[in-house]
């Protein structure tokens, strides 16, 4: 998880409360990712970005929208939380020590919505 | 459109006994190809990947998976378990630096003393 700070990493909710996920990195990648982590679907994509205020849509973006204002922070809002939004949020970030092609993730937040 | 498969959501051995967690892909560029590993309360950490080259590529603990590109697989394999090994496995595949990872739906990976 080095580089990589996610928050909260705990966070249980209601329904039909706005929740903003925090990713932050300290290595000045391009690119990152948004990613929900439900059994047996392993990991979807819900949105990524490749810049500052460029971001795109991934499988399951329904429900959820992004922000980027500076290289280092990606933000995920869920406007208005659902129960079907209970997952657990991993966001990665495209590149490693030596920058290579891989996805180095953070350790992951947990988001109950009852 | 890529997609992974993973025959077999979840997978015993005994300790000491071989490990073969199963992938399939579909991309309709060469593929990069990835092992990732995450254990309980975890994210998911790197086990080894393949870009190009060598076909057999070894990986971190003890892991290697061969690329076949005849078969579009790429099997992860061990050849002898530990305890420590238990935890889930999950393949991915990524066009060639496009935008995407692609995850299959995971291995979990059970070892018996």
Known sequence: ?114 | AQSVTQLGSHVSVSEGALVLLRCNYSSSVPPYLFWYVQYPNQGLQLLLKYTTGATLVKGINGFEAEFKKSETSFHLTKPSAHMSDAAEYFCAVNDNYGQNFVFGPGTRLSVLP
């Open chain 1, 1 to 114: 998880d080095a580089g990589i700070t996610q928050s909260p990493r705990h966070k249980v909710t209601e329904t039909g409360t706005p929740v903003t996920l925090r990713c932050h990195q300290t290595e000045n990648h391009r690119y990152m990712y948004w990613y929900r982590q439900d059994p047996g679907h392993g990991l979807r994509l819900i949105h990524y970005s490749y810049g500052v205020k460029d971001t795109d849509k991934g499988e399951v973006s329904d429900g959820y929208s992004v922000s980027r204002s500076k290289t280092e922070d990606f933000l995920l809002t869920l406007e208005s939380a659902t129960s079907s939004q209970t997952s657990v949020y991993f966001c990665a970030i495209r590149g490693d020590l030596s920058g290579a092609n891989v996805l180095t993730f953070g350790a992951g937040s947990r988001l109950t919505v009852l």
